[in-house]
C-alpha cells in the first residue's frame, strides 16, 4: 500500500473534435505525470463535447478511440487513469455516460455509467435535456481497493444526491472521483461547497477535474473550470483556475486514517 503520492485533475475545453481532444488530454497527462503525479483523471466529457447529432453520428469513433487512449495513456505514462465521462452504447438508441479507471499497466479496473442525469434550466441560455440522449445507469459505484486506496468515482450531477457517496463511504471509499462540465452559474454557486462538503461528509479526498471555457461556436455552451482537489477535512488543496491545464496535489492516506480516528463520525451513524 502506498500512503502518500502526487494526483493531479486535468482541466480541458473540450468541443466535438475527438481526435484533438485526446491530443490535448495526453500533453497534459503526460505533463502531470512528469512532475509526480502517479493518478491523474480526466473530466466529464473530456474526449467529445457537441451536439446530439454529432454524438450519435460519431459514437462508435468516440467510444473506440477513447478506451484506446485510456488505456495505452496509463501504461505508457505508468499511471491509474480515470476517463471522467464519455458517451457507451446502451443499446437502446441512447448512451451512457460513463467513467472507468485504468490501471498503471493499462488494465481497466473500474466502470460507472451516470446514475443522475441533468435536467435543468440554470440561467445561462443553454438548455439541459441529458436525459434526452443519454440513459441513466440506475446503478450505485464500486469501491475498487487498488494500491493507493479504495477509489470510486461518480460523475457530475451526481454530487447534489449525498446518498450516493454515503453508500460509498459505507463501502470504505477513500479516494473518491468527481468529474465534472459545470454549469458557470451552478458553478459559481455551488461546485466548491459541494466538492468540501462530500468530502467531509465521509472524510475522504475528492478528486475533481472539470472542463472550463466556451465549447461551441457560438458561445452558447460554457462551463466553470476550478477543477479542484480536496482533502478529507475539507481543504482545497488545488484549484486550477479557468485556464486548461493541470493542478496537483499530495494524497495522504495516513492523515486520512488518523483523521478518521479522531474524529470517527463514520461510526456514529444511527440512520
Not at 177 to 185: I, R
Request: one cysteine or more.
Amino acid at each position: 500500500m502506498i500512503m502518500k503520492y502526487k494526483a493531479a485533475v486535468v482541466q480541458v475545453t473540450s468541443t466535438a473534435r475527438v481526435i484533438n481532444n485526446l491530443t490535448l488530454c495526453r500533453q497534459f497527462v503526460e505533463r502531470a505525470a512528469e512532475a509526480g503525479a502517479k493518478v491523474i483523471a480526466l473530466p466529464e466529457n473530456f474526449s467529445f463535447m457537441g451536439s446530439e447529432e454529432e454524438k450519435k453520428q460519431l459514437l462508435g469513433q468516440i467510444e473506440n478511440e477513447t478506451f484506446s487512449f485510456l488505456r495505452e495513456t496509463a501504461k505508457d505514462c505508468g499511471i491509474y487513469l480515470l476517463g471522467g465521462g464519455f458517451p457507451t452504447t446502451a443499446g437502446n438508441g441512447k448512451v451512457f455516460n460513463t467513467a472507468v479507471i485504468f490501471d498503471s499497466q493499462g488494465k481497466e479496473i473500474f466502470r460507472y455509467h451516470k446514475a443522475h442525469l441533468f435536467n435543468a434550466i440554470v440561467g445561462d441560455g443553454f438548455s439541459y435535456s441529458e436525459s434526452r440522449g443519454t440513459e441513466s445507469g440506475g446503478v450505485l459505484p464500486q469501491v475498487v481497493p487498488t494500491e493507493l486506496g479504495k477509489l470510486s468515482s461518480a460523475i457530475c450531477y451526481d454530487i447534489r444526491f449525498p446518498e450516493l457517496f454515503r453508500s460509498l463511504s459505507k463501502d470504505g471509499v477513500e479516494i473518491c472521483f468527481l468529474p465534472a462540465a459545470f454549469t458557470v452559474p451552478t458553478g459559481v454557486a455551488h461546485w466548491e461547497v459541494l466538492l468540501r462538503a462530500r468530502a467531509i461528509e465521509n472524510l475522504m479526498y475528492v478528486i475533481a477535474p472539470g472542463q472550463t471555457g466556451i465549447h461551441d461556436p457560438h458561445g452558447k455552451r460554457k462551463t466553470y473550470g476550478h477543477s479542484m482537489i480536496v482533502s478529507p477535512w475539507g481543504e482545497v488543496l488545488a484549484d486550477a483556475g479557468t485556464n486548461p491545464g493541470y493542478a496537483i496535489a499530495e494524497i495522504n492516506l495516513e492523515e486520512l486514517l488518523e483523521k478518521r480516528k479522531s474524529l470517527p463520525s463514520l461510526e456514529h451513524r444511527l440512520f
